[in-house]
């Protein structure tokens, strides 16, 4: 612990002291009387591609070419430092023609993307361990099937008719709640509202019911549980493995945008006064 | 055996001097060697035991010579003519070729590699199995050193009980014929045996092969004077505690866990009592517990190699008055040790004292250094956890810290690239604390899943210490998957490069082998797993290295 703040205090300074001397090397340029976007531009085209050449590192796992946790922290870093380049290179203003604000949005989706994705991944484990059991994501579905098909066979165990108190319940309340995910927003805010109005329902049912009826429900209950847990899982297994494919693609479009950006640019600005 | 067989065994030596009166009714002598003991016959250049291979069987030779190789490392037989895989690290080119040469099908393999029709061994059916041989004994002998064992005399015996690797590879010289025991029949005569001669017989061995060498591992007998070592080798004392095939409780108590497994462990030291000397394990793990309350909490444990009781010897020592052990120790499994009697060690510690009022640094350093040997965790209710279910076992434990893992499986997908598509482990297991031990081999210290192997396929590789599979010799007989305590082996059914089963010959039927995790033997860089993990959740351990086992489980 004491080791990862040390770290974490290194490359706090270490950002601090490159974005200061990005911004003094930027006004060191401009008192030459160069155009200072040419610089900031080559340096943001080519921190792009060094950060898109994580994806690349992640699909070449065989090779030796560092660990992937280096290539991230890395990847983190640079990512946050192409901020203050951006800045530079927008000169604090936003982008009055139309492709260069799509490109100005594009890397601001891309930027905020990959921060939250960053907060998501620092977030997100420690949640996943705090409730329910660890499920792999693509068996999720079948133990919500498990949980339904038990529920299933313990509302016909109450009344094989399929009529009476619990098959009833189960019906108006219980039905939708088992056949797929529920919830998922709630599960995103912390909120167990649904529960508490579930378990609510349940407590007034039970002076309706015999016996043998109040066990079964018990198990219900139970399984309701269960279920909950698994949505809690699903949920936020979900966003870490969606994220990607937020993230990346935006990447992807970012890089077309630039590099059209950078030869438009080439091709009709010159490069002083 | 035929009862005529048994007959004129039980009138030559070995088994001439056993008495037979100290055998109950129930097992007599002569029932141990008629179901525990074969004949073997051998051509010249048949291996008998490679060196590495987990031996369950002794040998004692009837006729004809052996020839066991003396040397290690660069002189040793190569691994290839005994039938070994070699393992050899792919080249940067060869790494990245697999992203498009993997096969999209699971589990292909070569016809040829499993046919070994290109295999660099020799093989030959004899004497009703398949054996490997060395093709040229001749040139064999004069190329390596060898010494020659003769008729009446013993060996694969210490590995075979001990529970440890075979140290030399011993092979035929001309026609022989070996008397094969299986351990259950070297320890049902060792119980029974009145007189001890063969118990005797198999600790002077180890004694004058092994002691001296063994000991000296510790930094305590590092600086021991030649004649002091003598006598420590000639007095101390063997002990085996626990049951030789524990593994078959253990893989049940690990299907009930409620059922605690410290309470059945035998106790080699209780706490409160005066040690009669320093305990060191020479194979298997020992648990060292303290009372708590009405119960008893695991503090530490033991590898093969470490000591206890030490601390107890040093204080008595400095107070001249006995010292009674805080702790208890007590086996996990199978448990083989040797006992240093105090008034050895208290001239060790006398010689090691007087050394270092004489100035020797490295002197102090040992002694300081043998002081507490222990694997130990400030959270004992997770080391506890880890000794309860034998993970203590792992020399490459894969632990996912959970307040890490996203869950993004980049893990998975770099094992199944490593290894042809193919996933070698599962990303799911227990869950100790925030430490999650997947479904992926451990490389035990002990591992039983190499017992009883017919072909040595499985074995531990002796560069790195991997526990790998050989797919040239794995007959797919799964003895291996079923001793793993853990379900680290897997199954398969293979296939050839189109995806169609690869079938017997003759009976048709779909060949399996078993598959496991290899820690990426062939790849450069070690564990793909590990180095594709982007949050630094997933890391391996090994579990009897008591600096990084502290490291690992330390927030």
């Known amino acids: 612990m004491r080791n990862l703040l040390f770290q974490q205090r290194i490359a706090i300074t270490t950002f601090a002291i490159l974005s200061l001397m990005i911004v003094a090397g930027c006004y060191l340029f401009s008192i030459t009387l160069s155009k200072t976007s040419f610089a900031t531009g080559t340096v943001l085209l080519i921190s792009i591609f060094i950060l898109a050449s994580y994806q690349l590192r992640k699909k070449l796992s065989i090779l030796l070419i560092g660990n992937t946790s280096a290539w991230l922290q890395f990847h983190i870093f640079l990512g946050l430092l192409t901020s203050v380049v951006f800045l530079l290179h927008m000169k604090m203003q936003i982008p009055d023609g139309l492709f260069e604000f799509l490109l100005f949005l594009n890397y601001l989706t891309v930027f905020f993307s990959g921060v939250i994705g960053w907060l998501l991944s620092r977030r997100i484990p420690h949640r996943l361990l705090s409730r329910g059991e660890e499920v792999i994501f693509e068996r999720i579905p079948l133990h ?32 939708t709640f088992f056949e797929g995910p529920r919830n998922q927003l709630r599960h ?70 630039a590099v059209y950006h950078t030869l438009a640019v080439c091709a009709f600005a010159s490069t002083s006064g | 055996m035929t009862d005529e067989m048994v007959e004129s065994l039980l009138k030559a030596p070995p088994f001439s001097k056993i008495d037979p009166s100290g055998f109950k009714r129930s097992l007599p002598l002569r029932d141990i060697l008629k ?83 290109k295999a660099t061994f020799h093989s030959r059916n004899t004497h009703g199995g398949t054996r490997i041989y060395l093709q040229e004994v001749s040139a064999v002998l004069d190329k390596y050193r060898t010494a020659r064992l003769e008729p009446g005399q013993w060996f694969g015996e210490v590995a075979a009980l001990g529970r440890t690797s075979r140290v030399a590879t011993v092979f035929s010289e001309g026609v022989s014929q070996l008397l094969e025991i299986r351990w259950q029949g070297i320890r049902d005569i060792l119980r029974h045996d009145k007189e001890g001669s063969l118990k005797q017989y198999i600790e002077d061995v180890f004694r004058e092969r092994a002691l001296s060498a063994f000991l000296r591992t510790d930094p305590l007998f590092q600086a021991c004077q030649p004649e002091l070592m003598q006598r420590i080798v000639e007095q101390v004392e063997f002990h085996t505690f626990g049951n030789y095939d524990s593994h078959k409780p253990f893989k049940q108590l690990l299907e009930d866990q409620n059922q605690k497994t410290d309470g059945r462990e035998p106790v080699i030291i209780r706490e409160g ?40 010897i040093q204080a008595e020592v400095k107070s001249l008055t006995p010292v009674a052990c805080q ?36 002197t102090k350093k040992s002694i300081r250094s043998t002081g507490s040997q222990s694997v130990k965790l400030k959270d004992d209710i997770l080391l506890s956890q880890l000794v309860d279910r034998h993970f203590v076992q792992g020399t490459s434990l894969m632990v996912i810290d959970l307040d890490r893992c996203t869950r993004c499986d980049d893990c998975v997908r770099a094992c199944a690239t ?35 192997c017919p072909t040595g396929a499985i074995f531990r590789d002796l560069a790195q210490g991997d526990i790998i599979i050989n797919e040239q010799t794995c007959i797919g007989c799964a003895q291996c998957a079923s001793n793993c305590p853990f379900d680290a082996i897997r199954m398969v059914d293979i296939r050839d490069a189109k995806g169609a089963l690869i079938v017997d010959s003759q009976t048709h ?36 290295d008591a600096t990084k086992v502290e490291g690992a489980f330390a927030s």
């Open chain 2, 35 to 117: 179901n525990d003991v074969r004949i073997v016959g051998f051509d010249e250049g048949d291996i008998i035991v490679r060196r590495g291979d987990w031996g369950n069987s002794a040998f004692f030779i009837l006729s004809g010579n052996m020839r066991v190789e003396l040397e290690k490392k660069q002189t040793s037989l190569p691994d290839e003519i005994l039938g070994r895989r070699t393992s050899r690290v792919k080249t940067f080119w060869e790494s990245l070729t697999q992203l498009w040469n993997n096969n999209s099908e699971p589990e292909v393999r070569e016809i040829a590699s499993v046919s070994s029709s």
């Open chain 1, 188 to 257: 995103i805010l912390h909120s167990e509202r649904h529960r508490h109005e579930l378990s609510q329902k349940i407590t007034a049912l039970q002076p309706y019911l015999n016996s043998q009826e109040q066990a079964v429900l018990q198990q219900i209950s139970e399984q309701i549980q269960l279920k909950d847990d698994l949505d809690y899982q699903y949920i936020f297994q979900a966003i870490i493995k969606l994220w990607p494919f937020v993230h990346v693609p935006l990447t992807y479009s970012l890089i077309i945008f």
């Open chain 1, 144 to 175: 919500r099937r498990k949980i339904h098909d038990k529920v299933k066979s313990l509302v016909l165990e109450s009344n094989a008719s399929g009529k009476g108190a619990i098959p009833d319940f189960y019906d108006e309340h219980l039905r």
């Open chain 2, 273 to 312: 009592d005066y040690p009669s000397g320093i305990v060191m394990i020479r194979s298997g793990l020992a648990r060292i517990s303290q009372r708590h309350y009405n119960g008893r909490r695991t503090i530490g444990y033991l590898s093969p190699g470490q000591i206890f009781g030490l601390d107890e």
């Open chain 2, 418 to 452: 490593t290894h042809d598509n193919n996933p070698r482990f599962i990303r799911h297991g227990p869950i100790l604390n925030q430490y999650m031990i997947p479904n992926s081999c451990l490389h035990c210290v002990d591992p039983i899943c190499m017992i009883e």
């Open chain 2, 509 to 544: 039927a779909p060949l399996t082998q078993a598959t496991k995790c290899d820690l990426c033997i062939d790849q450069r860089g070690g564990p793909a797993c590990e180095r594709a993990c982007p949050h630094d959740a997933l890391f391996r351990v090994d579990m009897h």
């Open chain 2, 327 to 362: 702790t208890q120790l007590s086996a996990i499994g199978h448990l083989n040790a040797v006992l240093v009697p105090t008034t050895l060690v208290e001239e060790i510690l006398a010689q090691n004292s007087s050394s270092k009022s004489s100035g020797s640094q490295k």
